[in-house]
């Protein structure tokens, strides 16, 4: 029987390469995208090769980061502080976060159609997943809502033939819905220092998109932008992201366990003392039988 890691593996390599033969197809080849080096501030002056080195070497972030909460969640299983559930949800979200650095790489060292709608098309299911992540910690699990947030997350791409805004409108609703599934997850179980880590990752949100539409305008600030760029500065703010929302969902995942596991003390020692009581009774009721006989 497959574990956790190779379950979670096969459930994000099969939508992948879904998408990525999709993609091959042509369907989605008239998608308004931006190719070329003319899209970003950042200069490419690294020597022998017309890449931009920051912008290249930041997508290895997403990958190690990836990497990092896969082994995390992986100790965290073998010393029972996961079930397989949740050490699943871990291992697909930074499989897909590892993915996610793989296919900026390729867009950023090729700017290749292919790999450029794919980085687009990616973003959506990855904060889809937030979204299940966050409805599986309040109402528990369901495969079959989980496949049609997922599916309709992926199938909304479709917007982006109709309109040349139409990944903007499409990403805009995914960042609201992983928003709100993250508030609501908070509300059902608040755990310390959870809320500070949610405001963190909304203002990294934040900070990610700002620094990426204002790219070439910081440059008019300083010339510093021309190495430093707004699209690198903003990828930080992404890979910290991911990572405030792995400890936000780990917070959570403690503290849903830490309640169960209170919970089930208390019904334990309920049903106990029901027993107790029932044996007690029988114990007092059984002299009383015998004088009326």
Not at 74 to 90: I, P, S, V, W, Y
Not at 167 to 183: R, S
Request: charged content about 15%; glycine content about 6%; overall charge neutral.
């Amino acid at each position: 029987m497959a574990g956790p890691f190779e379950s979670a593996a096969w459930l994000v390599a099969v939508p992948f390469s879904a998408m990525f033969t999709t993609v091959l197809s042509g369907l989605f080849d008239k998608v308004e995208l931006e190719l070329g080096l003319q899209h970003y501030a950042e200069m490419p002056w690294f020597p022998l090769f017309n890449i931009m080195p920051l912008n290249t070497v930041i997508n290895l972030g997403y990958i190690g980061l990836g990497l990092f909460w896969c082994g995390f969640a992986n100790t965290a299983l073998e010393q029972g502080m996961f079930k397989g559930r949740d050490c699943l949800l871990f291992y697909i979200f930074n499989i897909m976060a590892s993915c996610y650095g793989c296919v900026q790489l390729l867009r950023i060292l090729s700017h290749h159609v292919v790999w450029a709608v794919l980085d687009q098309w990616c973003t959506l299911p990855f904060f889809a997943f937030v979204l299940v992540w966050s409805l599986h910690l309040i109402y528990g699990w369901s495969s079959s809502r989980a496949f049609l947030i997922l599916m309709t997350s992926i199938m909304s791409y479709g917007i982006t033939l109709f309109s040349p805004i139409g990944f903007e409108i499409t990403l805009g609703i995914h960042m609201l819905c992983a928003i709100a599934g993250g508030i609501l997850a908070y509300k059902k179980y608040p755990a310390t220092d959870s809320l500070s880590t949610l405001y963190q990752a909304l203002l990294s949100c934040s900070g990610f998109v700002f620094l990426k539409l204002f790219d070439h305008r910081l440059v008019h600030v300083s010339s510093v932008f021309k190495f430093i760029s707004g699209h690198f500065l903003s990828k930080i703010c992404d890979i910290y992201q991911i990572h405030l929302v792995n400890n936000f969902f780990l917070d959570l995942t403690l503290e849903k366990a830490a309640i169960n596991s209170v919970e089930e003390k208390s019904n334990f020692l309920r049903r106990n003392e029901e027993i107790q009581r029932q044996d007690s009774d029988i114990l007092l009721d059984t002299p009383r039988r015998r004088r009326d006989t």
